[in-house]
């Protein structure tokens, strides 16, 4: 009868990881494929926009990207355009990536699709037409620094939990790229975010689901890390964490109505429906939320 028991009860474990869903792994090294354009008019447009959408993704100090020349040892350096889970996947295993871009020009617009290498999915798609009266060239390579932009103010996190020499029990080290940024003080939110067992393609990024882990405040700022203390702590694990800082979010928001964009034909950011679904909140209500739920701890 115990070892029939027993064996019930290991079952049950067994059933309930399978069950369990994944977390979202640290995102390092991105792969962003030439760009491509149907009118041989806009393909040095879309060359120029290729070169510098990479150069604005390293900015960020988060991030490395792949090489031309790494590209074109591995023998895959061409444009590209949608891509299955099976290729996405295939890819990031050739070229280690985490994220894989593609973008492309369909005579008066531009797209810029971007997957999850570590379950092969589309992450975020967005496609932006061309002003009817205005320079197409111009507007491509625009509208790709535009896009790519708004891809990275809408990952729900601004860095990651590190090891280093300055963690103890109470005090531990986050990379956001650009920890000049921080200052004493400043309150940070370690959050743990976890992929669906099912993936929608239609909403993207949504499908991500935050779950609030700690809440602390940086007591030591650095260059290449900044040490917080935990302020409430729900079991937070070494390392792999993502991070939220509310000052960061303050300051992209307001970065964003300095140089206010040229109104588009035609917007495309949830996939082939055009819509969140209604049980969908958008990551603005989540951290929204969030805030309210370490507060209440």
Avoid: C
């Amino acid at each position: 009868m115990g070892l029939k028991l027993n064996f019930f009860i290991i079952l049950l474990l067994l059933s309930y990881l399978a069950q369990a869903a994944e977390s979202l792994k640290p995102i390092k090294n991105w792969v962003v494929f030439p760009f491509d354009a149907v009118d041989e008019k806009l393909k040095p447009s879309a060359n120029k926009a290729w070169w510098d959408i990479r150069q604005k993704i390293t900015e960020t100090k988060k991030y490395s990207i792949a090489s031309k020349q790494f590209l074109i040892q591995k023998d895959v350096y061409q444009p590209r355009k949608n891509l299955r889970p099976d290729d996405v996947k295939y890819l990031s295993k050739l070229l280690e990536a985490d994220i894989i871009i593609t973008g492309w020009s369909e005579y008066r617009d531009f797209q810029l699709n971007v997957y999850l290498s570590q379950n092969g999915e589309l992450l975020w798609s967005k496609k932006l037409g061309f002003h009817p009266s205005l320079n197409p060239s111009e507007q491509l390579f625009n509208i790709s620094q535009r896009l790519i932009q708004e891809f990275l103010d809408k990952l729900p996190f601004h860095g990651v939990l590190v090891k280093s020499d300055d963690t103890t029990v109470n005090a531990v080290s986050i990379d956001i790229g650009k920890n000049e940024n921080l200052s004493m003080s400043d309150e940070v939110q370690f959050v743990n975010i976890e992929l669906p067992d099912k993936w929608d393609t239609s909403i993207g990024l949504n499908n991500l689901q935050i779950t609030a882990m700690a809440l602390g405040k940086v007591v030591k700022p650095k260059k290449a890390y900044s040490v917080v203390e935990i302020k409430k702590d729900l079991n937070l694990p070494e390392e792999g964490i993502f991070v939220f800082v509310a000052k960061e979010q303050k300051r992209k928001q307001y970065e964003q109505t300095l140089a206010p964009e040229l109104q588009p034909t035609l917007e495309e950011d949830v996939g082939p429906g055009g819509e969140h679904p209604k049980n969908v909140i958008v990551f603005g209500s989540i951290f929204s939320f969030l805030a309210i739920l370490l507060l209440a701890f």
